[in-house]
């Protein structure tokens, strides 16, 4: 569990890959669409679009209401991933609309989506759609009295220095509107949430209603991992990504630890490798099952027989698929609910195996693996093995309380042949 | 090259070129030229609204062509310095007058130039248009000898864009920035002079001192100036100033322009300083654009007084105090209450600023949470310097969703001017609420803690049904020792009746026919042994098919022997 955890909070760093096209070969996306209000957006948020070019990410830069985009074309879609770094778009140019952002979501592309303090319904529309939901005050921004990052300028609070989370050098900042992800949906998770004692409320006017978004229950930044492996990171701050606030360094209110530089640029380089799929991907390969001495796949099992299940599953690096290690992979035989669960043990190189006996009860079987940990793509394997009952010639061949049937029967014939010496020839 | 004058079909006007080649080789009287082509490309391309076109194939004017066309006129001046026309030289200084109407604006007073062109391919963004223009006016303004009036607030908008825009990522975007306010640094147009703050946060503990800084865009030292805070105000009362023109004292050490103290009755809050600046050389006055008033807001941080905090449990009907318990907010300690849903829970504290006056915190937030982390939280009302919050447990009832037991208690109290912001645990309390009807809602589910929702599953191994319970083996054993008792029976019972084999026959073939004829019985008993263990039907039929027919054969010679034998023995 402590890799996993190491791996969801930003440690370790990947290489960027040379491949061509993002196929299941190559999962990492390469073409991605990035929606702007402006051009200066371009400009001032150079270092992180230049961290994702110098990975090899080919970046195509549109306003958002440019009559000519367009996600695409004759069927094919164009890009491999979209970026919406247009807070105050009002209406998407071209035949890009929340139906179609949705629908290239749903076909396993991956969305970040950057909303800022004059969000529009429409970004809010998009994020609600993935899941989370802004706070629906427009002019509400997250503020944070005990947890702010100190600065000359910023005298509201507004700008958060965040450090909830493990292994990050320094605190990150935030200036922008939070958001609330429901309890109740399994894809979402919060990377990032504020502090117990920040509120979203508009730092000009004062509250007689206490704000619905208080706590930690507001999450600065989300990710989605949606049932087809396609990602979503969503956040309510443009200017987390600026050059700006890469740069500055932090102090954090109330600490005397002063940063150099905060932790922003660590911590979204390691979050959009994640979401663009150079980390974290799984896939499962080499499927086999046969029973235990044998070496091919039968089609149809016995009951009570020996079997030996394995599958290979490698993780992409970035760059190639590396075998993956972990203790806690299982394999289930069901049949409309599991009839044997059992944990794969693995050669640390990547290979899984596990063995057990079928279970007696006949019919029609599937091997199934179901995979999910926190970070990684899911894994759902399912390979359909009928079992059948023995045969009439299986079963036990001589059994020892039928002794007396076969002795019956055995004294029976020798006492014919006896009789039939004696009745022939005794006078 | 220009290649203008009198061909009407002009080419792109390059001005680098132009003066790099002309300062070549060429004899001075050719320098004459210079004048002459320059007024005709001007009489071609430049348009009435100030700004150029780029050739005069190409109808679309461009602020951007502008820019260049200036500074290649600036050029062509310095160069032909002897046949100026002051008149031409007067119609440019309109020309530029009208290229500033073109000028647009943001709201917080900063100026730029852009443009949009249908034809060109790539647009020059607002940086790179207000750049070249502020180049070519720069460059023309030094060449003549008479001076521009341009408003000096349009000049210091422009200033106060660029230094607004950051450090642009882009390189061109980055020269651009840095080449207008290197023109702009020194020029003989008007010299912006930019007002800055290093702090905008004053502490009153820490005793900070309002600081100014003046300086020009690329951060030189300003002229001798009068720095004036003309008003102060506080935010929320803007009619109330309370400072007036008060004159801010120069450090020369530092180059700051700062306020020795502030007044007394300066309260921690969100306050607006205006200021304004005028150069103390009155002949310099028009070199330097200052602008008019510059409004900053600043925010006066202190400490809050938190005190008198008491947490009190209340009879519904009486409004009695049942339990009272001071509450240190400083220190870390707890206290537990309990309460019914008859009771009503107070909570008071009183907050004043570091002057004795009234102060309400942005955030004064009670939150109740209970054991399976539902949370309620609450504002904290305020009347001048008390807050109080009474939680009236009868009608809360139904929001707290019928839940009964321990509910910890936080006070979360901030706001911007606040430096002790508090977050306290202030303990619990133990609620008994009555049970919940049919209909009540459920509370809302909570997050499950990400960590925990996957893992691996409990193991099953299926368990398998236990065999039918047989018979113990040893009865098995006694029985078949019983079954084959009644053999031995048989062949004791047979020696006791005096069987003996004197019917042998013992001719030499009937004897073979006889003792064959056993072994064919003994082999079809056999096969049956055999089938039994491990033949299938079909063998054991198709050989029993041929042992039948040759015990059939073999049997009949032996026992028609037999019989004519017996036979014999009768008639005889």
Known sequence: MAKLLLYLTLATSLIPLFSVAFSPENPTDRRVLVLVDDFAIKSSHSLYFGSLTSRGFQLEFKLADDPNIGLQRYGQYLYDALVLFCPSVERFGGSIDVASIVDFVDSGHDLIVAADSNASDLIREVATECGVDFDEDPAAMVIDHINYAVSNFDGDHTLIASDDFIKADAPVLFQGIGHSLNPANSLVLKVLSASSSAYSANPKSKLSNPPSLTGSAISLVSVVQARNNARILITGSLSMFSNRFFRSGVQKAGSSIKHEKSGNEQFLTEISKWVFHERGHLKAVNVRHHKVGESDEPA???????????????????????????????????????YVLKTLSTDQKGHYSAEFKVPDVYGVFQFKVEYQRLGYTSLSLSKQIPVRPYRHNEYERFLPAAYPYYGSAFSMMAGFFIFTIVHLYSK | MVSGGSDSNSHLFLPQSLTTSFQSCLPHNIFLNVWG???????????????????????????????????????????????????????????????????????????YFDEKLVNMREQQGPLATTSSVVRGLTAFSSVITESLNLPGDKILGIAKFFLGIGIPGDTKNFFDQVDLLACLENNRVSIPLILSLPSTVISLTKKDSLKVKVNTVLGSHAPPLTVTLVRAFSSS?????????????????????????????????????????????????????????????????????????????LDSDLGSVETQKKLDLAGESTVSVSANHLQKLRLSFQMSTPLGNAFKPHQAFLRLRHETKVEHTFVVGSSGKKFEITLDFLGLVEKFFYLSGRYDIQLTVGDAVMENSLLREIGYVELDLPEPPENASRPPPQPVDPYTRYGPKAEITHIFRAPEKRPPEELSLAFLVLTILPLFGFIIGLLRLGVNLKNFPTSAVPATFAVIFHLGIAAVLLLYVLFWLKLDLFTTLKTLCFLGVFLMVVGHRTLSHLASASAKLKSA
């Open chain 2, 37 to 111: 082509d320059g007024i005709n490309c001007w009489q071609a391309l430049s348009q009435s609204d100030g700004r150029w076109r780029y050739s005069s194939n190409n109808p679309e004017s461009s602020t951007f062509a502008a820019g260049i066309a200036l500074e290649a006129l600036s050029g062509v001046v310095s160069l032909a310095s002897s046949e100026i026309d002051q008149f031409m030289i007067g119609a440019v200084k309109n020309d530029i007058v009208k290229l500033f109407d073109s000028i647009e604006k943001y709201d917080d007073g900063t100026f």
């Open chain 1, 300 to 338: 149809i099992y016995r009951i009570n027989d020996d079997l030996e299940y394995s599958v290979e599953i490698y993780e992409w690096s970035g760059t190639s698929w590396e075998p993956y290690v972990s203790d806690d992979v299982q394999v289930q035989f069901y049949m409309m609910s599991p």
């Open chain 2, 237 to 313: 009362a803007r009619d109330n100033s309370i400072i007036e023109n008060q004159e801010l004292k120069f450090d020369p050490q530092d180059a700051v322009y700062f306020l020795d103290d502030l007044p007394a009755s300066f309260d921690v809050g969100e306050y607006i300083f205006v200021f304004k600046m005028l150069v103390q050389d009155s002949e310099q006055q028009t070199v330097y654009a200052t602008g008019t008033l510059t409004q900053v807001p600043i925010y006066v941080t202190g400490l809050i007084k938190i005190e008198n905090a008491k947490i009190a449990v």
